[in-house]
């Protein structure tokens, strides 16, 4: 043992020594590394949990909103076809309203053109009336009173009258 | 510019002990390759001298190196690490994960520090031997009758120094030099003592586990079968097969016992081989060529991490099997 250089002081100081080395890491080194490993390890998995929360919150969000988005856009396309609709419905009244009024109007001018008409022909049987009654009266020459002859002369128109309608 | 000092300063490491040195004609660098630890002064503690050897002296440079490292990293700690904190972590984290998945997270912290300590005390002494300069450096008795060996350059020491650094005893004067550092792991007594420290605790741990009568009966002193063949003989109905597996079990448990007491033996010898023979033949290769310890640098620097992780592990692996209750047929 000696000649290998194995003596039990340098034993025993070696022994020590790493008794010694082995409680000063334990206390300056593993304690705090170990537990500052554990402190990030929480707080990386705090973090990605977060992470991973706040993801799935987006996620939701993200859902809630295109689901606003389509309501909205059906909202909007609804009112358009109202709208729509409506200013058919309107269009139609006007165009109805337009129609009735074009109609009356020509109604009216039909009205004021048979009435024109008609009194254009009274005016017209007046003034045959008194040509024919001059005519006759030159022609017959007193040989009529003026009574006999009036009759006459309406019988006449009475009958060129019902002629004239058929 | 980092990078460039660096390669210079490896260079350099490596040019040292194998083109400068030979140069020089400095023969005798390391004169003596002894086993045993030079010793380099005596500690006089009343009646009581102790002898601090080299191995001893750079088994104390080792701790302050690695307690004012894990100072340096461990002083201002911050949550997102930086500089001494990273590396210390990185180191610290790889031998917990190690143990965690081989012992599991429970034992694991148990476990840990010693095992973390082995690798980090190894290593740096392992290493701390390798660099180049420090080996040729120390104390060597000359007078009238023995000059100092050829090629040594010596420098006197004052009157005071020589009274502190000479053997105090006749016999001890060996006339080689002593180097004020030298790896403790070429010294038997730090092999021998963290190998103790390994197995000691090892047993210790078994014991705490699995209860001290059920680790001894489990293990060494398995006589269980001889207890269930007594039993068949009161009933009178003896079943001679168990008391053949009996025996069986009872060599089983001795050579158990052996092979647990060897596992010292190995755990030394196998570090101290390595890292002495490592550096003598580095030494040797700086004599033969000037190129040749280039490669066997970097080579030992492998050898001195692997016998670190080896020592390490094997502590880790046998606590492991001791705390695992088992039947000791499963385990050979």
């Known amino acids: 043992m000696e000649a290998l250089g194995i003596n039990t002081t340098w034993l025993i100081a070696q022994i020590v020594n790493f008794g010694l080395l082995l409680f000063i890491l334990s206390r300056l080194a593993y304690k705090p590394v170990l537990t500052a490993l554990n402190t990030r390890k929480q707080k990386i998995q705090e973090s990605l949990d977060y992470a991973e929360s706040v993801k799935k919150q987006a996620a939701e969000q993200q859902k809630d909103f295109d689901l606003k988005l389509e309501e909205a856009r059906r909202s909007a396309q609804a009112a358009a076809a109202v709208a729509a609709q409506a200013g058919e419905k309107e269009r139609e009244v006007i165009l109805a309203q337009a129609r009735e009024d074009a109609r009356k109007l020509i109604d009216q001018a039909k009205e004021q053109i048979e009435y024109e008409r008609k009194q254009m022909l009274a005016e017209l049987r007046q003034e045959v009336v008194q040509l024919s009654l001059l005519a006759a009266q030159k022609a017959v020459s007193q040989s009529l009173d003026e009574p006999a002859h009036r009759r006459l002369v309406t019988d006449f128109l009475a009958q060129t009258d019902a002629l004239s309608k058929n | ?332």
């Not at chain 2, 450096?137 to 000059?147: E, L, N």
């Not at chain 2, 197995?199 to 078994?206: C, D, E, K, P």
């Not at chain 2, 269980?224 to 069986?248: D, Q």
């Not at chain 2, 089983?252 to 030394?268: H, P």
């Open chain 2, 1 to 332: 510019m980092k990078r460039w000092l660096s390669i210079i300063l490896f260079a350099a490491v490596l040019l040292v002990p194998g083109f400068v040195l030979p140069r020089f004609d400095v023969k005798a660098v390391t004169a003596s390759v002894a086993v045993k630890p030079e010793v380099l002064f005596e500690l006089e503690l009343g009646s009581f001298n102790f002898p601090i050897s080299n191995t001893l002296f750079t088994s104390w440079i080792v701790m302050l190196m690695l307690v004012l490292f894990a100072f340096a990293a461990t002083r201002k700690m911050s949550l997102v690490p930086g500089g001494w904190q990273n590396v210390l972590e990185v180191i610290i984290e790889a031998i917990y994960k190690l143990c965690e998945n081989t012992a599991g997270a429970v034992r694991a912290k148990k476990f840990f520090p010693v095992v973390a300590t082995i690798f980090l005390f190894v290593l740096v002494s392992n290493w701390l031997g390798l660099i180049p300069g420090f080996g040729p450096i120390g104390i060597i008795p000359v007078d009238a009758k023995h000059p100092a060996p050829e090629g040594i350059a010596t420098f006197p020491l004052s009157r005071d120094l020589q009274e502190f650094f000479g053997p105090k005893h006749a016999d001890h004067h060996e006339y080689v030099l002593a180097p004020f550092v030298r790896s403790p792991s070429t010294d038997l007594n730090m092999t021998i003592g963290l190998a103790l420290i390994a197995m000691v605790l090892t047993q210790i741990f078994g014991m705490q586990a699995l209860g001290v009568v059920k680790y001894w009966f489990a293990r060494f002193i398995m006589i269980g079968k001889f207890v269930e063949f007594f039993k068949t003989l009161g009933k009178g109905k003896p079943k001679f097969g168990l008391f053949v597996f009996g025996l069986l079990d009872l060599f089983v448990g001795i050579l158990e016992f052996i092979s647990e007491v060897s596992k010292i033996l190995s755990f030394t010898f196998r570090l101290f081989g390595n890292i002495f023979a490592g550096e003598v033949v580095l030494l040797v290769m700086a004599f033969l060529f000037f190129a040749a310890p280039f490669i066997f640098y970097a080579f030992e620097l492998f050898v001195g991490f692997i016998q670190a992780f080896v020592f390490a592990l094997l502590t880790l692996i046998f606590m492991t099997i001791a705390t695992t209750a088992h039947g000791a047929e499963e385990h050979h």
